[in-house]
């Protein structure tokens, strides 16, 4: 986990450059789309994109480190830096996550409980922020990944 943590972490800073070299106000809502791009109250959106990015890293972060039903202390361990990254973003925007500015190692799990029962802008539950879209993956009968 923590190899990919870290690997996330840089993949986010690099897609955020990369959109954030295109994003303008005349692109803004093709960029982020009719409903995300509609919470932008002035400039191209930058913030959205950053927090777009950061829903959805936590987003699969969460899947991740919940998939065998347990959060081990190693798991822990390894996500929390880019957690605690992804929460304190969080709490500048939403106050209900403020008590989790200054997470702590042991506050993980609350605020991953929190996030998954959230159907607040960004939350998991809420599919009118989420940026990227579940993408079904089937294998055909030569065992060939398709989406």
Known sequence: MRTTSHHLHDKIVEIRRSIL????????????????????VSGPGAMMV???LYADAL????????ADG???PEELQDCAPLIRGLA??????????????????RQIPQF???YCND???????????KWAESVEIFTDSNDEIRM
Not at 21 to 31: A, G, K, M, N, Y
Request: charged letters at 20%; glycine letters at 6%; a positive charge.
């Open 112 to 114: 991953l409980e929190k």
């Open 59 to 66: 987003r699969m972060m969460h899947d991740a480190i919940v």
């Open 21 to 40: 070299r295109e994003l303008t106000s005349e692109t803004r809502t093709q960029i982020l789309g009719i409903q995300l791009g509609s919470l932008v």
């Open 119 to 129: 159907r607040g802008t960004f939350g998991y539950l809420n599919p009118s922020t």
């Open 50 to 52: 950053q927090l777009s």
């Open 88 to 105: 304190s973003a969080f709490a500048k925007v939403r106050p209900s996550y403020a008590p989790y500015a200054a997470l702590e190692t």
């Open 70 to 72: 347990k959060i081990s």
